[in-house]
């Protein structure tokens, strides 16, 4: 039974999901923002930035089913709305929060892979919490059961001082 909704178990996610579902979630994170956005160069994005960002998304790709992956996180990684690194802002004028970054990933984090970019270079993930795009040279691939046999150990989380 699934107390909080917010979390995912990961250990129960479906082994198979349909294109609607990993294309809902994708859009559901992936979306152009209703207001102005900008680099910290001050340009303002166009609608073609953003249909390069969409284009991305690699949507047409999605098979009817897909199996979906398991990965860890292998370096901090920033879990983006878009495939890309790009910085973007509400104003010309005030920089300091990128419109793009979602959270961020530590390593030893289990994720599930949903999706990757038309690029190569992201991966769709969701963690036990969030899902977004984030760069594929911070997860390896691996078996489901290898990643939680190794932190269900009592001997993973324990220390003899």
Do not use: C
């Not at 917010?6 to 996610?13: A, G, P, R, S």
């Not at 992936?30 to 207001?35: A, D, F, G």
């Not at 398991?70 to 879990?79: G, L």
């Amino acid at each position: 039974m699934r107390v909080n909704p917010y979390v995912n178990d990961l250990q129960k996610f479906p082994q198979i999901i349909n294109k609607e579902t990993i294309q809902q979630t994708i859009l559901s994170v992936s979306k152009k923002p209703t207001s102005a956005r900008f680099y910290a160069n001050g340009k303002q994005l166009t609608d073609q930035d953003f249909n390069r960002y969409q284009k991305q998304l690699n949507l047409d790709s999605i098979k009817p089913t897909q199996l979906v992956q398991y990965a860890v996180v292998v370096k901090r990684a920033n879990m983006r709305s878009f495939a890309t690194q790009d910085k973007v802002f509400k104003t010309p004028t005030e920089i300091n929060l990128d419109r793009f970054q979602e959270t961020a990933l530590f390593p030893a984090e289990v994720v599930v892979v949903l999706h990757y970019s038309l690029n190569g270079q992201w991966a769709f993930v969701t963690s036990y919490n969030y899902s977004a795009w984030v760069p594929i040279d911070s997860i390896a691939l691996g078996k489901k059961r290898n990643y939680f046999q190794i932190s269900s150990s009592q001997r993973f989380f324990s220390h003899n001082w």
